[in-house]
């Protein structure tokens, strides 16, 4: 098998997992619609209720708002794990120490030559020079690939914190 037909084959796999999420989205979205006009019919309901009988009573102690706000934390939630199984790319993180090959594993992955490459995965035997994310793309036409450089700070807030959250 191809390493193209390798990726296209995951990609494939993964987003077939996808529809549970979606359908958690979409149910999570009706809820949201139908608390809300509960919500709304509780507040009118209020303001037309001239007694204090245990019924109003009850009913004004339902903290809709924290419901709604609950319903929105979930279907944040899995609206992520949606767009992460349904997209076209896959990932694949490499660490290790200097100079054992982890730049020539993603060449070979990416099909890269030392004459294609020309630094878009970084190679040296001097310092360590692939501490730096690299996205190589696979289409019709020329390879290219995006570095992205980080500070510290910014590669846990960007790259880290989101696999925790």
């Not at 979930?74 to 949606?82: A, D, F, Q, S, Y």
Request: glycine share 4%; with cysteine; proline share 2%.
């Amino acid at each position: 098998m191809l390493l193209e037909d390798l990726i296209s084959e995951i990609i494939r796999k993964r987003k077939a997992s996808a529809d549970i999420p979606k359908k958690s989205v979409d149910y999570f979205n009706c809820l949201e619609l139908k608390i809300s006009k509960l919500k709304d019919l509780q507040e009118s309901i209020l303001k037309l209720s001239t007694t204090s009988s245990m019924g109003v009573q009850q009913l004004y102690q339902i903290d809709f708002q924290t419901i709604l706000n609950r319903i929105s934390q979930e279907r944040k939630v899995w609206k992520n794990l949606w767009q992460r199984l349904n997209r076209d790319t896959i990932n694949i993180g490499v660490v290790g120490l200097a100079r054992q090959g982890k730049s020539t594993f993603l060449q070979n992955v990416a099909g890269l030559t030392d004459e294609e490459d020309e630094g878009i995965i970084p190679s040296s035997d001097r310092l360590p020079c692939t501490t730096v994310q690299s996205n190589i793309y696979h289409h019709e036409g020329d390879t290219f690939a995006k570095v992205y450089f980080h500070s510290e700070s910014s590669f846990i807030q960007q790259i880290i914190t989101p696999y925790y959250q």
